[in-house]
Structures are given as C-alpha cells and as structure tokens.
C-alpha cells in the first residue's frame, strides 16, 4: 500500500511564505507525475501544480508566478513553495502521485490558513 505523507501546512498571514512536504512510501521515480491538490469549504479540489519525472511542472493558473513545486530525488521528497500567499489559498492541500494511467494515490491533506 502506497502512503504519502505531507507536512509543512499551518497558519499564515497574507503575502507570508509555507513549504509543503511530500515523501512517498515507495521510490519517487515509481511514479510519473506528482503533484498537489487543494480543496476550500464548499469546493470542489483542484489541481494546485504537479512535477513529472523528468521535471516538467505544471501549474494552475492562480498559482503561476507565486508557487514554485520541485523534487529532491536525493530525499525522496517533493515541495510545494508558496510564496505571496492569499486568503484564497487558503484550502486543504493533498498530495497526489500518479502510477501509470490507473493508480492514483492520496496524502491525509495539510491545512493552509492564510490570514488577511
């Protein structure tokens, strides 16, 4: 059984910085995309920014410019910078990493607060 473990949420004041952390159970180059997800009350979860093997970063477009997601493959670990945050960030953020075209694996989500 696959297991993400994130880390690196909390509480933030508008335009301040976090680092969200993902470590996967297995190797991180088992899978071929990861990537994090946000969900806000009353919304449906969406796609934040996701990083393929070979390092191709995708973003949504909320984010462009002011989140930055890489991978340490020394550490086994992928980040999520975000920098200039919004009370619209805030969200709880899951960790999504991608095995072929049918699996699909989830973290427990991190809470983003970002505060005006």
């Known amino acids: 059984q696959v297991q993400l473990v994130g880390s690196g949420g909390g509480l933030v004041q508008a335009g301040g910085s976090l680092r969200l952390s993902c470590a996967p159970s297995?190797?991180?180059?088992?899978?071929?995309?990861m990537g994090w997800y946000r969900q806000a009350p009353g919304k449906q979860r969406e796609l934040v920014a996701s990083?393929?093997?070979?390092?191709?970063?995708n973003y949504a477009d909320s984010v462009k410019g002011r989140f930055t997601i890489s991978r340490d493959n020394t550490k086994n670990t992928v980040y999520l910078q975000m920098n200039s945050l919004k009370p619209e960030d805030t969200a709880v953020y899951y960790c999504?990493?991608?095995?072929?075209?049918?699996?699909?694996?989830w973290g427990q989500g991190t809470q983003v607060t970002v505060s005006s």
């Open positions: 990083i393929t093997t070979g390092g191709s970063a």
């Open positions: 999504n990493a991608q095995r072929g075209v049918s699996y699909s694996y």
């Open positions: 297995g190797s991180i180059f088992s899978f071929n995309v």
